[in-house]
């Protein structure tokens, strides 16, 4: 089996701050995912990648960046941190398309 | 708009009881997964079922598939304390397969 891990596991950080998501697998999956889930909603799509390298944006990707250096990890950044702003991060990784995907516990961030 | 919705929004039920989670989705897929989500943690895979399938079982969960009318539903038996938790269905989009829309769920309690 293999694990997917989130770093930090909570971020409280300023508005206008640019902030960094981290996330590692050791599946060797190609695909890598970062999802955004607010309280009452369902998950949402920022940034996924196919390989390394690789980054296609999804539905919510305006205000963050992302980066796929390496196939074990897959990074992402908060531009500009919004005042208020709490959610959850969710990265995940899939052996191919259309296949399950494996999720790490969450980076919550806390904007004050 | 929600490309992926679960109902009932909530629901409770006694240990033992048997229960089910209902989803309708709007666009062709080429599979449905439902996944669930125990608090403090990211969401795990439960059943996959592909377009061509209008039944899959996992032990005590039963996942069905109806594409005429796009929806599916997800039973379990002999519910435990431990099924408490957030449950979600997930839809790719047919030709767009690398993206998973998932619905805001519905959250189960098991009440001993």
């Known amino acids: 089996g293999g694990i997917i891990t989130q770093t930090p596991k909570f971020l409280i950080g300023q508005e206008g701050q640019k902030l960094t998501l981290k996330c590692q697998q050791n599946?060797?999956?190609?695909?890598m995912y970062w999802y955004r889930q607010d309280s009452g909603k369902g998950l949402r799509l920022i940034y996924y990648?196919?390989?390394?390298?690789?980054?296609q944006k999804g539905d919510l990707s305006e205000g963050y960046d992302a980066s796929r250096e390496k196939k074990s990890s897959f990074s992402l950044t908060v531009t500009s941190a919004q005042k208020n702003e709490m959610a959850v991060f969710l990265c995940?990784?899939?052996?191919?398309?259309?296949?399950?995907?494996?999720f790490g516990h969450g980076t919550k961030l806390s904007v004050l | 708009s929600q490309l992926a919705e679960e109902n009932p929004w909530a629901l409770s039920v006694h240990e033992g009881e048997s229960v089910t989670v209902n989803c309708s989705y709007k666009?062709?897929?080429?599979?449905l997964q439902w996944y669930r989500q125990k608090s403090g943690e990211g969401p795990a895979q439960l059943i996959l079922?592909?377009?061509?399938?209008r039944e899959k079982r996992n032990g005590r969960l039963r996942a069905t598939l109806d594409t005429s009318s796009q929806s599916s539903s997800l039973s379990i038996t002999a519910t435990r304390c431990e099924d408490t938790a957030v449950y979600f269905c997930?839809?790719?989009?047919?030709?767009?397969?690398?993206?998973?829309?998932f619905g805001k769920g519905t959250s189960l309690t098991v009440i001993p």
């Open positions: 995940a990784s899939s052996p191919g398309p259309g296949e399950r995907l494996f």
């Open positions: 599946f060797n999956h190609d695909t």
């Open positions: 666009t062709s897929i080429t599979a």
């Open positions: 079922i592909r377009s061509n399938e």
């Open positions: 990648s196919i390989t390394e390298n690789d980054l």
């Open positions: 997930a839809t790719d989009a047919e030709g767009g397969y690398q993206n998973f829309y």
